[in-house]
């Protein structure tokens, strides 16, 4: 089954601690996973942020339970529910929901971050399936996506020579071609046999890395123009190279570059433009966010005093 949005898991949550025991939410995270059948591959699917994902809606779920008083926290790391909690569960209540929530006042309060006032007027803020956490990273992601699609259209725009100028300061800024200087001496010359150009692979220059460069707009790249690639790293006893457009690949050129012994990697248009925006090849920074989460190493029983 898929992997149940948060508010789904506030009723096992709690059934889970009724039995009024301190549970630890390490243990209840896999007890929640196998209650909900979540394959493997689910148990270990991932924010971008490098959290789960079923562990991050389980937190948040609890995050939730405690705002309404059901569950609190005896101690770091665990959780038990309340007398609250408990009459809860005796009303056998179908679904707990955000909706089910707001007629605890406290609840209301922490998700409205106000005050509940009769006849206010005030429409609380929207209910969505997914936590603060998931909605920061769709945001993110969105605004990705389209940054990277204009990156791409400016770069389609540009003339050739930027584009080889383009290839040298990404490469340089992934770690390839030694100083800026020496990758643009070597790159944009040949256009012999075709090889677009050659730099270190390496600082000290102990390989090398072929280019190809394509700057096109829509047409595809074939396997015709891979093998030609190849056929020029043979020629040159190369073992690596790079072949970078700014459109795509057909089908059997990638399938030709999977099965070479050489190791030749085929970067289109969509991967460029993700290099460039990881790199800091085009874009600025304009803003950025921290989400930050409580470090659990800090507030071990054990850890070493502070001295003053």
Same mark, same amino acid.
């Given at each position: ?6 508010? +789904? ?5 709690? =059934?889970?601690?009724?039995? *009024? ?26 924010? %971008?942020?490098?959290? *789960? ?31 609250? *909690? ?33 006849? +206010? ?9 997914? =936590? %603060? ?71 000290? *220059? ?13 047409? =595809? ?88």
């Amino acid at each position: 089954m898929a992997i149940p949005d948060y508010q +789904s898991v506030m009723l096992p949550l709690l =059934t889970l601690a009724g039995n *009024g025991a301190e549970h630890r939410m390490r243990e209840a995270v896999p007890a929640l996973a196998d209650q909900f059948k979540l394959t493997d591959a689910e148990k270990k699917e991932l924010l %971008p942020s490098g959290n *789960g994902v079923f562990e991050n809606r389980v937190y948040w779920a609890r995050t939730y339970l405690k705002k309404a008083t059901l569950l609190q926290n005896p101690k770091w790391g665990f959780f038990q529910i309340t007398d609250r *909690g408990k009459k809860c569960l005796l009303e056998s209540p179908a679904k707990i929901d955000v909706a089910y929530l707001k007629k605890f006042p406290e609840f209301l309060e922490y998700y409205t971050g106000a005050k509940p006032e009769e006849g +206010s007027g005030e429409e609380p803020p929207e209910v969505t399936s997914e =936590t %603060p956490e998931e909605l920061v990273a769709k945001g993110y992601q969105k605004l990705r996506k389209q940054l990277e699609a204009e990156l791409l259209a400016k770069v389609k725009a540009c003339p050739p020579d930027f584009f080889e100028r383009l290839v040298v300061r990404l490469l340089t800024a992934m770690g390839y071609g030694g100083s800026l200087a020496d990758a643009g001496k070597a790159i944009g010359k040949s256009g012999d046999g075709g090889v677009d150009g050659v730099i270190k692979e390496d600082r000290l *220059g102990l390989d090398l890395l072929f280019i190809q460069a394509k700057r096109w707009d829509n047409a =595809t790249v074939g396997r015709p123009d891979v093998q030609g690639f190849v056929g020029a790293l043979y020629g040159r006893k190369a073992r690596r190279g790079v072949f970078i457009t700014t459109s795509t690949f057909s089908k059997e050129a990638k399938a030709y570059a999977d099965g070479l012994d050489s190791r030749v990697i085929l970067i289109d248009g969509a991967k460029l433009s993700e290099l460039m925006f990881d790199y800091n090849i085009g874009p600025v920074v304009e803003s950025s966010y921290l989400v930050k989460r409580i470090d659990s190493d800090f507030f071990e029983d054990d850890s070493p005093a502070i001295s003053v």
